[in-house]
């Protein structure tokens, strides 16, 4: 029988932590104290408990990709020869070392994978998906999607 998941079940006071994590993952123990009026020690104990339950998986900071000369962003669903294992494997380790591609999913569908890419513009993309991306053995078709503009653009998780 398989094992169930063990879900935490976060109240309203957890929920406006991680809120405030996410909008600001440098905020003080005592400024999040003072906003959710508590005081530091349950906040303390309260931000380690989702850290250990594995809720709050990592504190990050997010980069201006156009600040970086990272203007153009590129959706690719792209397609292996085989469905194999070993055609699967291959095209995870060699995209993992790709650091042009921000994300990459298997999915279900007519394609494989789905890949989020991030370069300088149109000719940088075309020497990644020729030199890189196609060069792959086991890649067999690759459909790419140009962003024209980014209507809503968040790494927040809603925690309701």
Do not use: W
């Amino acid at each position: 029988m398989a094992e169930k998941k063990y879900f935490m079940q976060p109240d309203n006071t957890d929920r406006k932590i991680m809120e405030l994590l996410q909008a600001d993952s440098q905020l003080t123990i005592k400024e999040i104290a003072s906003r959710i009026n508590l005081s530091v020690t349950p906040v303390h104990e309260r931000i380690r408990k989702l850290e250990k339950e594995g809720i709050i998986d990592k504190y990050v900071c997010l980069l201006n990709r156009r600040k970086l000369g990272k203007a153009l962003v590129v959706y690719c669903n792209v397609t292996l020869d085989k469905q194999r294992k070993e055609s699967f494997e291959d095209f995870n380790q060699a995209i993992v070392k790709m650091s042009e591609v921000l994300e990459c999913s298997v999915v279900s569908g007519n394609f494989d994978y789905m890949l989020k890419v991030i370069v300088e513009d149109a000719e940088a993309y075309n020497q990644f998906y020729q030199h890189k991306l196609s060069a792959l053995k086991s890649v067999l078709h690759i459909s790419s999607y140009f962003v024209i503009s980014e209507i809503k653009y968040t790494t927040g998780i809603a925690v309701v």
